[in-house]
């Protein structure tokens, strides 16, 4: 059979200046939420208070810095109209498996003589959730197979698809050796049960760093229960006063302050 290995564009034509508006805003919440928490550190005086502070805030750096790098990719400006003007037909069926670097996806069936195609009708797009694959002009249809959000995040330049006579097989590189349990990432159980609880985290910038802090105050010891509730206190803005009260459950922070 005969066989191509086609490199991966370095500007994805797919989603770009959504994934950019989105990484940008993650970025700047993820500062703000940084900033809370350095807040609270400078006020420890405990070093386990301090290590798990610590902790939280080094793992908001690791998640800005990867919605930074994201976010300053370029915005392809050319062929996005052509491809996306196009109507589609859904590739259903596709099969993987995955080895500890590397996530490998099957089209075997459906796509008879692929590989006679010219290489510029077989687009290959990228981003650290998703990739999508669009096969033009075989037969007289079009051709797509779409995957977003994958389970976990992959290393776009290090991705690539090979082409045969009648098959396309896709190469996704891990970002990381963990295992996959699905390709697609399956629901949280600890997201929001319904789409008010979604729009208000949305709306609200800081929910992050509340549901950080609940859970902190619950699995806390006495000191940072002390500590947390103390800010309260001290907050001068009686919406976030209200805010912080419902999600730790402080009806009475004084008191709850004087029983620890």
């Not at 939420?33 to 805030?57: F, Q």
């Not at 996806?105 to 290959?124: F, Q, R």
């Not at 803005?237 to 419902?246: G, L, S, Y």
Request: with cysteine; aromatic share 6%; proline share 3%.
């Amino acid at each position: 059979e005969a066989s191509a290995i086609k490199p991966v564009s370095t500007q994805s034509t797919w989603g770009y200046k959504e994934e950019k508006k989105a990484m940008e805003s993650a970025a700047k919440e993820l500062e703000l939420d940084i900033e809370e928490l350095k807040s609270l550190l400078a006020k420890a005086t405990r070093d386990k208070i301090k290590v798990k502070l610590n902790g939280a805030i080094q793992e908001l750096e690791s998640q800005r810095k990867i919605a930074e790098a994201s976010a300053i990719k370029p915005v392809p400006t050319t062929g996005v109209k052509d491809h996306e003007a196009l109507i589609w037909k859904e590739i259903a069926n596709f099969s993987w498996d995955q080895e500890s670097t590397f996530v490998k996806v099957y089209i075997t069936s459906g796509i008879d003589g692929v590989g006679s195609l010219p290489m510029e009708n077989i687009i290959a797009d990228f981003n650290v959730k998703g990739f999508d694959i669009k096969i033009k002009g075989l037969k007289g249809v079009n051709y797509r197979l779409k995957v977003f959000p994958l389970n976990k995040e992959i290393k776009t330049a290090a991705c690539k698809y090979s082409v045969k006579t009648n098959s396309i097989s896709i190469t996704l590189a891990k970002n990381g050796t963990d295992h996959w349990d699905d390709l697609k990432e399956k629901a949280s159980p600890f997201k929001s049960l319904d789409k008010k609880k979604d729009k208000d985290k949305e709306a609200d910038p800081q929910a992050s760093l509340l549901n950080m802090m609940k859970d902190m105050y619950e699995n806390g010891d006495d000191e940072m229960k002390k500590m947390i509730a103390q800010s309260w206190t001290k907050a001068h803005d009686e919406k976030e006063k209200k805010k912080i009260q419902n999600m730790l459950n402080i009806h009475n922070p004084i008191t709850q302050i004087l029983s620890i």
